[in-house]
């Protein structure tokens, strides 16, 4: 298994590469930018509307579709690369509404800070964090969106845990990511590449399910996207993953008591 320091050091790398290259490596990735977010779901309408420059061309869906996000909400991004899915959250939540921003990469969150300034965003802000360590306050979120980014921490139980901490009782998930219809061979969990690249750390569904409920979560659904598989084929050439590895949204409520 990879030592979770070098996880982090890997993957922080190569997303400060995608911030130049609008791509993460091998995978994450495929084709334009525009031309990928309308195959996640994403409108042409949603991206004409996003700053120049947000959207990078990363991610495995579209978490906005299931995040029914309502004016007034406090929505935190763990892992908001460019600002994409924050800027779309702050047109849904209104000047009323505050969106948070967390990214572990300087380079990315300079990019979406300027993203911001440049585009009068004054009910977004972006912070430096990692999603294990959230620097945000207990009770103080209504929705976590996510895309393609829990799958790239080694500890993701404490990932869930933190975001369940920063939510207000009757908060909730809505989270698109990449998980693992069967365990993946160990050449596979151990390619430092395809890990950085959203393959790697995909983990099976019911060990998620475990680790949400074992965070104090409820009404947990993970739905895969067999659509998923053909784009999630070309992101690694000539390994056989698209019958292991899919897109899956993932919601959860936390307690409202």
Not at 42 to 71: D, F, M, R, T, W
Not at 136 to 144: F, G, L, S, T, Y
Not at 146 to 154: F, G, T, Y
Not at 159 to 180: H, M, N
């Amino acid at each position: 298994m990879l030592k979770n320091d070098v996880i982090r050091k890997v993957v922080r790398g190569l997303y400060t590469q995608a911030v130049e290259n609008a791509c993460c490596g091998p995978s994450c990735c495929t084709g334009s930018a525009p031309e990928f977010a309308l195959q996640l779901g994403y409108s042409n309408e949603e991206l004409g509307a996003v700053p120049g420059g947000a959207n990078l061309g990363l991610g495995c869906g579209n978490p906005q579709a299931i995040a029914a996000l309502k004016h007034g909400e406090t929505v935190l991004d763990l892992g908001s690369g460019a600002g994409f899915d924050c800027f779309l959250a702050a047109r849904q939540v209104g000047e009323s509404g505050h969106v948070i921003g967390v990214d572990m990469t300087h380079e990315m969150l300079a990019k979406a800070r300027a993203n911001a300034s440049n585009n009068g965003y004054h009910n977004v802000e972006f912070r430096l964090g990692e999603i294990e360590h959230l620097p945000v306050a207990d009770n103080a979120i209504d929705v976590i969106l996510s895309n393609c980014v829990i799958n790239l921490s080694p500890d993701k139980p404490c990932v869930f845990k933190e975001a369940f901490r920063v939510l207000k009782p009757g908060g909730r998930l809505a989270i698109s990511d990449t998980v693992a219809m069967e365990e993946l061979p160990e050449q596979i969990r151990s390619d430092m590449k395809l890990h950085a690249g959203c393959i790697a750390g995909a983990t099976v569904i019911d060990e998620l399910k475990l680790m949400l409920q074992e965070a104090g979560f409820v009404d947990i659904q993970i739905t895969p996207k067999e659509t998923s598989r053909d784009f999630i084929s070309k992101w690694a050439p000539g390994v056989p993953i698209e019958h292991l590895v899919v897109s899956a949204t993932i919601e959860a409520t936390k307690p409202a008591n």
